[in-house]
Nanobody, 126 residues
Framework: QLQLVESGGGLVQPGGSLRLSCAASGFTLDLYAIGWFRQVPGKEREGVSCISSSDDVTYYADSVKGRFTISRDHAKNTVYLQMNSLNVEDTANYYC???????????????????WGQGTQVTVSS
């Protein structure tokens, strides 16, 4: 069964850090572009970051640039999202997605990602 599982969410104070993991089972993440998205109830899903499949080129939303870092661990078949200097506006449910349609993750519209995880909640609060 092909599956993505996110983990690492939780409650953190403003200014704190979390590292989210996106682990795959049943397929190799190296072959896929990976995107991280977040969504707050009642609001549209927002693309946060992505990493391309061929050359690991990365992209970030302006709202997280300089604070978040996406990376791959090829041996663990896992993609990470390191989140630093968190603020209350980062509170959301975070999802990872895998796409095999294009190498470059910047080409993807959200609906073009083939596999989605179930999400992990990040809450930033004092």
């Amino acid at each position: 069964q092909l599956q993505l599982v996110e983990s690492g969410g939780g409650l953190v104070q403003p200014g704190g850090s979390l590292r989210l993991s996106c682990a795959a089972s049943g397929f190799t993440l190296d072959l896929y572009a990976i995107g991280w998205f977040r969504q707050v109830p009642g609001k549209e899903r927002e693309g946060v970051s992505c990493i391309s499949s061929s050359d690991d080129v990365t992209y970030y939303a302006d709202s997280v640039k300089g604070r978040f870092t996406i990376s791959r661990d090829h041996a663990k078949n896992t993609v990470y999202l390191q989140m630093n200097s968190l603020n209350v506006e980062d509170t959301a449910n975070y999802y990872c997605a895998a796409g095999g349609l294009y190498y470059e993750c910047s080409r993807y519209a959200p609906h073009e990602y083939e596999y989605w995880g179930q999400g992990t909640q990040v809450t930033v609060s004092s």
